[in-house]
């Protein structure tokens, strides 16, 4: 019998690479669009899956003015290295983001993959 997999993205963290600025200073709406970009192409790598492999990786992804990514990284680790390696290519996979309201900009995700 196949396993629930359950998509959860616990929450999108903001702050100004430039400027220490709280989350609530970036743009509602932005912040909105950013995490349905990272929801819509959030999966489940199928080794994992397998292994049963779950967990919580939190990424931070550098964003030029423009948008487009400059860095991504893995600043906690899911203690699988196949959820780790997933978490920086779902930011890969989306390659532009919407213009930050605040330049330059260091967008902290954590993403959680977790069979049910």
């Known amino acids: ?13 903001v702050a100004s690479a430039l400027v220490a600025a709280p ?5 509602d709406s932005w912040s ?17 899956e397998i292994r049963g492999e779950q967990g919580k990786a939190v990424i931070r992804i550098t964003l030029s003015p423009d ?3 400059g860095d991504v990284a893995v600043t ?12 920086v290519r779902i930011a890969q996979r989306i390659g532009q983001f ?11 995700v954590p993403i959680v993959w977790q069979l049910n």
């Open 23 to 27: 989350a609530a200073a970036q743009s």
């Open 76 to 87: 906690q680790s899911s203690g699988s290295a196949i959820l780790d390696r997933e978490a």
């Open 98 to 108: 919407p213009t930050p309201p605040r330049g330059t900009t260091s967008v902290v």
């Open 32 to 48: 909105r669009q950013v995490q349905a970009l990272v929801k819509a192409n959030y999966s489940y790598p199928r080794s994992a």
């Open 67 to 69: 948008g487009k990514i």
């Open 1 to 13: 019998m196949g396993r629930l997999v359950s998509t959860v993205l616990t929450g999108l963290f």
